[in-house]
């Protein structure tokens, strides 16, 4: 039932304490200055009119200060225990109270801080230090729809504490992987506002559509971006619910996982100021290198002849000679190191944060305000005042105020808008990077300087090579330096939260409505010229230059253009209401009850289609009973009813019901004499079904229909003579077949928790999983051709399974000194295989993907290189076009005497990994803090690409020469030639185009993504208090860090967590510098 | 009070939506399309229809008519038209050999075919639904589709032999073991071929009066796409051909009969009679150019009678085009720029080359083989020889070129271009002035200049090519369309000599079906050629003699057309056919001594297995009923 429950649990229920509290409240809200003042009188008052609260007594007073740094603690719960008397302390920490008895024993309680109970003893002055108890703070967890204490937990839920998850960037994903357990995750690309990490909970077990997890910040379904933007020092908690019983309430969406984020909300308090600074540097993990120009244009015809001896080569022997001799002419002969001419070697990034909280009794606030600024490491020319570089700007605000309209309501509205600003180069920076990977080096200069004699023209004079009528090759600077790209993303999310205490019909029983509105949207627009081509043409002898000839002359312009890109807008609309029950009975019989419904909507803008454009619905009921006795055994029932629009009306709603049940058996009478070392000892074990409704892509909505295009000009024909004696008629085309029969993907879940406490500071959790997916949506692949099906067929006949081990441990101590140490470690395994799978009945055995997992490879066994022609003559055909000596020779592993698919078999790891790990350590003294943090993966392969295009068919692999692409060094070290015939070598022998025999999947490219990496560095120091009195700050930390420091692979070409995207925006390494000051 | 008031409010917004619940969901509005909508009326019925006839081969696409680039008729340089992506040389890979059963070359059509005939099967389901069309149409409009779905199967059964046929369709959510058919017996296809096409005659109009309506099915096609059809059958390739008799299905069904049935020629001779009486019937004509903008030679007139046979759309002996494939792409990749003063069209590529064998298999002036000529001396047919006046029509005057382009047929000059040829039309229509003529030396005006350009044998496909098209300055080329012809009179006249011939042997009938196309050629008859000019004068007269005259005759005469590839493979005469070398002059020579001497372009391969495409892998083990054709 959220954070809201809590604070209602420090409300104080005596109504004279209420009506205190309320004012105290209201007032700090309006002015902070005349707090003091303005208390004293108002205590006066109420010493005045609540006189009937002053029993006899003692009057005690004192002053309530925080352990750690002595600061004063407002809003503590004095009480006397088992009565009702009690106060809290003011802005000062102070307080007042009448005791009934010299006697008395005081019970001192503050979130976040361990209670303590003091005997009077006769005193009249008591001044108490809290220790700020980390634990109890992990101790309230968020689960779906409420909060659960810890201690009472039977689901498999991990929370992490949001300080973890700072990491320097912009991009809270990237930090998931290694330290949350139960997740799999890894970035491939570090390109500002594309970098977002990938993460599967649990790993991938469904081979559908769709496996990411469900993530709801403050309730509400976002997405991976908005969960990237939000800001660390925004959020309360932040939880991964992973098994079937946690999970349960969110019935037919949760399959996959939840992420859960929290929001802060503000606490009773003086206006507490925190700020946040961060600047950071910010470089490429490692950069591709490129054969030299000399050597690329030899292979290059080494390529031309070695595959046709009467080929046309293109380089000159005299370009060859000249290029990059000391005195050749740099125009002429033209040697560009593009990464050189377009690339900073780093680029700047800044962060900061602002937020402010407090409150007082009405009503308490939490706002903030960050930017971050992100950019790119592209160059300007300098010629005109285009900004191509990347800029990602993003700001956030965000406002959660929570207000107690009467006594037993309050309402929480949050207000929270996030908005990117982005400018970069038109297609993006992968794509410029991808550019200097495929353009010619030596065919052409960037640009040609501006000279005396071309002083008059006043664009860039881009350099190019005429392939004949005007048609030029890439010069991917002026790519990069044509124009730019502006995109503006904005969310606003507007969220009401109406709580109701139903104590008047039941004890503990209370009602909760939410109501949310989310507004997103998207456009981006480009800007650009046409750019003006030169080459060089004939030797003018009179100026003794070259003349410099325009190549594209119709299409070329010195206006900007302009093209508008994308729209994306679109709006939800969520509901949820609940009704809430927590009661304990005879002390030991605690039992809470939930009941959910919810409703939601969500309508895109620009749908493309009529039926993706209406609305997307899901509608449901959850509940949730728990049961607990003595603390010792825990019983918990969930369930989840629910449907969505996508299915036929008797295959809408789905029932997910799940049970677990929980031992604490160190809370045993029997447990007692080695609880001194076995601190804590709990075993979970739960068991259920969860659903999953996003089976298919988007455009596959409504599976019970068939889609049809009734006007078709594809399925058209035409008749008559022409020249006006003509009839032609569109046609009918089937996109989709109907089947009423389709419906959820289902998972059986089960889970096995064990967690363990040693000697206090040692704690260790495992869980062990497994989970059965069925009724998977998958194409009938069996179909033969000669059915005439103009779409694939579909139906939930698959089935895959998955198990794996959470494994998390940590340490923490601290010392008498003020010294602490804390470690950490976090092992994620998780791996799956298919159960059931429609697939054609294979002759060979190892052709069948049952048993195998869901993100295996299937390829060839690539042996070696052909020796030579003759051999390859001699061998199993290879049915991929052109081979010979220096190819790739395949196993023919069914030995039909030629190589097939039905040679290909499962090829190494699936490519998402199946280990995820992490450990590092803090430690530190009142002062200093310094902490390491590695991550590592394993059980991963990836490809290095040999044939892979973009969207637009532009080459995006590492086969040299077709589509102007480089020689990456490493195969220009290695390489089967005429001359060399390495059967080893790294690279086949050359081909001025793909060649498809070398092209294939094989081992042969085929390599380890295993990694581990130094993820983190951090040094912090904490400012002493007298300097921090001179500055009227309460905290100050200075801290320095860094992120992918080091990285230990076999994978050498370029960084390895990029897997197969190598020649994108590189993974950055980060050099960060941060400050962080709060005010209280 | 108050505040229990307060509450109810509070709470009512759960009361109130959970009452909406049931509708919540059902965000479907009415009519949205389904399958349904297509025949709930006449104007939508039609869309299906056309439906139907979109999956007719596009045969003017060298991507996609296997029958150009795929045999030896035509080669092109690798890159044709799409520059980089190399699917011309998709067929150039089963002309040359390369085959293979992964992804087999044109494979596409098993695809699309089969779906093809789903979508036919689905109106011929569902056309009597449809309540606004009228009886008469609705028979046409049945007979159509019925006529579509046997030249879809008849298309499959010439590619891949005995094939499954699909008589009706399965529902879409069969059982995995329905769907898995089996392939039938090929006499069994052809049979059901003519059934349909016989069931489907009732129905057709026997002309199509509206000239919009020109390309629907009409009595003549269905009877000549019969006449065909059965002419195959009778073929070699299926009419007792025991070296298939291996292929036999999983129940042991052997889907090749392996005893020769003369019969089959019988009811194919008369099927074709039938054919051409129908053509007859609505006035159908063998053509013939008749000069209208101005007076032209004889030499002209009667070339613009062979080339326009083909291009001009509708002629009078036309019986079936195909209006979903209109010429343009290909007239553009066999014309060249002919304009000295404007050579650097790039609209036009020229790739479209003839190989020499196809030079050499064109009759000489005598209308006899080259090989045959007692006049022509065939051993020096590579030697020089220099253009007279008397030949400035065909070859320009005081042109030094290759003896093998002197004193040839008309359909010789009308089919090719070549170095020193002259290529009437395209802009210069006086045939008093000077003419065009091609200079392909290397160095010269159509020399080969690089890789996309040009013909890679020295000879070009002009019969392809419509003589109004015309170059202009700025790469310009405008297109006289035509539909490409399926049928053509005269080809029809040939396939019922050869199978007169076959049933009976030569004779009166036979010699008169010939000898109409080559007087139309401007040729002697049979008869009269051979007494006069051949070193075999009796070959005529008898059978076997008779049926190498027929096959050369329709060879020449559907010269570029996409006949000869099936033709060869039908006749059993790929084997010995193409498993030569495709030769071309010398195109890096710059002098007309070292220019005319053969040179090999590439060397072809064909085994038994070639006869038949291989069913692609996944096809088989999607489905082990079907059994792969032999050799793959």
């Not at chain 1, 859960?260 to 009773?268: A, D, E, N, R």
């Not at chain 1, 700020?275 to 470089?283: A, C, F």
């Not at chain 2, 002209?300 to 036309?318: A, G, H």
């Amino acid at each position: 039932m959220s954070i809201i429950q809590i604070k209602l649990k420090q409300i104080p229920t005596n109504s004279f304490h209420m009506k205190y509290f309320l004012f105290r409240n209201s007032l700090s809200v309006v002015n902070v200055s005349y707090n003091k003042i303005l208390f004293q009188v108002l205590t006066i008052c109420f010493i005045f009119f609540g006189s009937n609260s002053f029993a006899q007594g003692q009057l005690v007073t004192g002053r309530v200060t925080s352990e750690s740094d002595n600061t004063p603690l407002g809003g503590v719960n004095v009480l006397v225990p088992g009565t009702s008397i009690g106060t809290m302390t003011d802005f000062d920490g102070k307080y007042t109270l009448k005791v009934p008895s010299a006697n008395s024993v005081l019970e001192y309680s503050f979130v976040g801080f361990v209670t303590k109970s003091i005997e009077l003893n006769g005193r009249s002055e008591i001044n108490v230090a809290l220790v700020t108890n980390e634990e109890s703070l992990d101790e309230i967890i968020v689960v779906g729809f409420g909060t659960q204490k810890k201690t009472d937990m039977v689901g498999s839920v991990t929370s992490i504490s949001p300080s973890k998850l700072r990491v320097p960037s912009s991009n809270l994903t990237s930090s998931l992987a290694g330290r949350v357990s139960g997740v799999i995750g890894f970035q491939r690309s570090g390109e500002p506002g594309a970098d977002n990490a990938n993460f599967f909970i649990r790993g991938v077990t469904s081979f559908g559509y769709n496996n990411n997890p469900l993530i709801l910040i403050d309730g509400v379904e976002l997405t991976t971006t908005d969960l990237a933007r939000l800001n660390v020092d925004d959020i309360e908690s932040f939880s991964i619910l992973k098994d079937a019983t946690s999970t349960a309430v969110y019935g037919a969406r949760g399959a996959n996982g939840v992420i859960l984020v929290k929001t802060k909300m503000g606490s009773v308090g003086k206006a507490k100021i925190s700020v946040r600074l961060e600047n950071s540097i910010s470089t490429a993990t490692k950069n591709i290198e490129l054969a030299d120009p000399v050597t690329y244009m030899k292979m290059a015809n080494e390529a031309v002849r070695t595959r046709d001896p009467l080929g046309e080569i293109l380089y000159s022997d005299s370009k060859i000679a000249n290029t990059g001799l000391p005195g050749s002419d740099p125009l002429l002969y033209p040697a560009n190191d593009w990464r050189e001419i377009m690339f900073k070697d780093y680029t700047m990034n800044q962060r900061a944060n602002l937020n402010v909280s407090g409150g007082g009794g009405v009503a308490r606030y939490f706002v903030s305000g960050s930017f971050t600024n992100d950019t790119g490491i592209m160059k300007k020319n300098g010629t005109n005042n285009l900004n191509n570089n990347i800029s990602l700007k993003s700001y956030t605000l965000r406002a959660n105020v929570d207000v107690d309209v009467t006594k037993s309501t309050n309402l929480v509205i949050r207000l929270s808008g996030n908005f990117d600003d982005y400018t970069g180069p038109i297609t993006g920076g992968s794509d410029m990077y991808n550019l200097i990977m495929h353009s010619n080096p030596v065919l052409f200069p960037a640009f040609f300087p501006k000279t005396e004699k071309y002083k008059y023209i006043n664009h860039i004079m881009y350099g190019n090579y005429d392939r004949g009528n005007g048609a030029a090759y890439i010069n991917p600077y002026a790519e990069m330096t044509k124009g730019y790209k502006d995109y503006s993303r904005s969310l606003m999310l507007a969220q009401f939260e109406l709580t109701q205490d139903l104590s008047f019909l039941a004890k503990g029983l209370s009602f909760r409505t939410m109501v949310n509105t989310k507004r997103n949207a998207y456009f981006d627009i480009s800007r650009f010229y046409n750019p003006y081509y030169y080459q060089l043409k004939g030797y003018d002898p009179v100026s003794e230059t070259y003349i410099r000839e325009l190549i594209n002359e119709e299409s070329a312009t010195n206006y900007l253009g302009y093209n508008e890109g994308e729209k994306d807008i679109n709006s939800s609309f969520y509901l949820e209401s609940m009704l809430n029950y927590n009661h304990t009975f005879n002390e030991k019989h605690k039992i809470s009850g939930l009941l959910v419904y919810i409703m939601q909507q969500r309508l895109a803008g620009n749908a493309g289609d009529l039926q993706l454009s209406l609305p997307f619905r899901n509608l449901g009921i959850s509940g949730r009973a728990t049961y607990s006795y003595d603390d010792r055994y825990f019983a918990e029932f969930a369930f989840g009813y629910n449907g969505s629009e996508r299915f036929a009306k008797n295959e809408r709603f789905g029932f997910f019901p799940s049970l677990g049940l929980a031992w604490s058996v160190s809370n045993e009478k029997f447990f007692e004499p080695i609880k001194s070392v076995v601190t804590n000892l709990r075993l979970r074990a739960t068991y259920g079904l969860i659903g999953n409704d996003a089976i298919g892509a988007p455009e596959d909505r409504f599976f019970y229909l068939s889609n049809v295009n009734l006007n078709d000009g594809g399925r058209g024909a035409g008749f008559g003579r022409g020249d006006g004696a003509s009839y032609s008629l569109n046609g009918v085309s089937i996109s989709r077949y109907s089947n009423p029969k389709i419906t959820w993907e289902k998972a059986t879940k089960k889970n096995l928790g064990i967690e363990l406490g040693l000697y206090k500071d040692l704690n260790i959790t495992v869980d062990f999983y497994t989970e059965d997916r069925t009724n998977i949506l998958m194409d009938r692949s069996a179909i033969p051709l000669t059915m005439g099906l103009a779409a694939t067929t579909r139906a939930n006949v698959g089935e895959a399974s998955g198990k794996g081990v959470d494994l998390s441990i940590d340490y923490k101590r601290s010392f008498s000194n003020g010294k602490w140490l804390t470690a950490v470690g976090n092992f994620t395994y998780a791996t799956n295989e298919f159960k059931v799978f429609e697939e054609p009945t294979y002759d060979e055995a190892y052709r069948s993907r049952i048993g195998n997992p869901i993100n295996q490879v299937y390829g060839y066994i690539a042996e070696r290189l052909f020796v030579d022609d003759e051999e390859a003559e001699n061998s199993p055909r290879q049915n991929f076009g052109e081979y010979g000596g220096g190819d790739i020779k395949y196993t023919d592993i069914n030995r039909d005497g030629q190589i097939t698919p039905a040679d290909q078999v499962p090829l190494g790891h699936p490519t998402v990994p199946e280990i995820t790990y992490g450990f590092g350590f803090s430690a530190g003294n009142k002062s200093f803090d310094f902490s390491l943090f590695f991550q590592g993966l394993a059980n991963e392969s990836f490809w290095i690409d040999v044939n892979g295009v973009d969207a637009n068919g532009n080459p995006i692999n590492t086969s040299p020469f077709q589509g102007e692409t480089q020689v990456l060094k490493a195969y220009a070290d290695s390489y089967w030639s005429e001359d060399n015939q390495d059967i080893n070598a790294l690279w086949p022998r050359l081909s001025p185009t793909i060649n498809q025999n070398n092209a294939q999947t094989s081992t042969r490219f085929m390599r380890n993504g295993a990694f581990l990496r130094l993820k983190q560095v951090e040094i912090g120091y904490t400012a002493s208090e007298n300097f921090l009195k001179k500055i009227h700050a309460s905290t100050l930390r200075v801290y320095l860090n860094a992120s992918n420091l080091l990285t230990f692979s076999k994978f050498k070409l370029w960084d390895v967590e990029q897997g197969g995207q190598g020649l994108g925006y590189p993974v950055q390494r980060v050099f960060n510098l941060g400050l962080n000051l709060t005010f209280n | 009070m108050k505040k229990n008031i307060l509450k109810v409010v509070f709470a009512l917004p759960l009361f109130f939506f959970m009452n909406s619940c049931t509708d919540y969901l059902d965000v479907v509005p009415d009519n949205v399309a389904t399958i349904d909508n297509a025949f709930a009326m006449r104007a939508q019925a039609e869309k299906f229809l056309f439906t139907c006839y979109s999956y007719m081969p596009h045969d003017a696409d060298i991507n996609l008519n296997p029958a150009i680039l795929g045999g030896d008729e035509l080669w092109s340089p690798d890159d044709t038209w799409a520059v980089g992506d190399q699917r011309a040389r998709r067929f150039l890979n089963i002309a040359e050999g390369f085959q293979n059963i992964v992804n087999p070359y044109g494979g596409f059509y098993w695809n699309d075919l089969y779906r093809g005939i789903r979508d036919c099967n689905i109106f011929l389901e569902n056309i009597e639904k449809v309540p606004d069309v009228e009886e008469t149409e609705k028979r046409q409009w049945i007979s159509e589709v019925k006529f579509l779905k046997a030249y879809y199967h008849f298309y499959l059964v010439r590619m891949y032999g005995p094939i499954p046929l699909i008589k009706e369709n399965l529902p879409i959510d069969a059982d995995v073991n329905e769907v898995q058919v089996f392939r039938e017996p090929v006499d069994s296809c052809f049979s059901y071929i003519t059934e349909l096409i016989d069931e489907a005659l009732e129905g057709l109009p026997v002309e199509n009066n509206d000239a919009a309506m020109l390309g629907k099915i009409t009595q003549p096609i269905a009877l000549s796409l019969k006449a065909k059809v059965l002419v195959t059958a009778a073929s070699p390739l299926f009419n007792g051909n025991s070296d298939q008799s291996a292929l036999v299905n999983p129940d042991g069904t052997p889907l090749f009969n392996t005893e020769f049935s003369v019969e089959k020629w019988k009811v194919a001779a008369d099927a074709c009679r039938a054919a051409i009486d129908a053509c007859h019937g609505v006035g159908m004509k063998l053509y013939t150019y008749t000069p209208v903008f101005q007076d032209l030679t004889d030499t002209i007139t009667n070339e613009l009678s062979i080339r326009n046979s083909v291009t001009e759309k509708w002629n009078s002996e036309i019986i079936w085009a195909n209006t979903q494939s209109n010429v343009d792409r290909i007239q553009a990749l066999a014309q060249i720029s002919l304009d000295p003063e404007n050579l650097d069209n790039t609209a036009v590529r020229g790739n479209l080359s003839p190989p020499l064998r196809i030079a050499e298999m064109f009759y000489t002036e005598h209308g006899v083989p080259i090989k045959e000529d007692n006049t022509w001396d065939y051993n020096n047919r590579y030697s020089l020889e220099t253009a007279d006046e008397n030949i400035s029509l065909y070859l320009k005057e005081g042109y030094t070129s290759a003896y093998l382009n002197f004193d040839r047929e008309p359909r010789f000059y009308a089919s090719l271009g070549f170095d020193g040829g002259v290529w009437y039309g395209q802009g210069k229509f006086d045939d008093n002035e000077q003419l065009y003529h091609v200079e392909a030396k290397n160095g010269q005006w159509q020399g080969k200049t690089g890789q996309l350009y040009g013909s890679v044998t020295g000879y070009w496909a002009k019969k392809l090519v419509n003589f109004e098209n015309v170059l202009s300055p700025n790469s310009l080329y405008s297109v006289d369309y035509y539909p490409w012809p399926l049928m053509r009179l005269s080809g029809l006249y040939l396939l019922y000599a050869e199978a007169l011939n076959e049933a009976e042997g030569p004779g009166p009938e036979v010699y008169e079906y010939v000898n109409l196309v080559r007087e139309r050629a401007g040729l002697q008859s049979v008869q009269s050629s051979w007494s006069t000019y051949s070193n075999n004068p009796t070959k005529y007269t008898i059978q076997d003699g008779m049926r190498e005259i027929i096959h050369q005759e329709r060879s020449i005469e559907l010269v570029f057309e996409g006949q000869r590839f099936w033709d060869i493979r039908r006749w059993k005469e790929a084997t010995e056919k193409l498993n030569g070398s495709i030769k071309g002059w010398d195109l890096t020579q710059k002098n007309a001594t070292n220019y005319y001497i053969p040179s090999i372009i590439e060397s072809q391969t064909f085994g038994v297995k070639d006869y038949f495409w291989p069913i692609q892998e996944d096809e088989i083990t999607r489905n082990r009923n079907l059994v792969q054709n032999l050799g793959w």
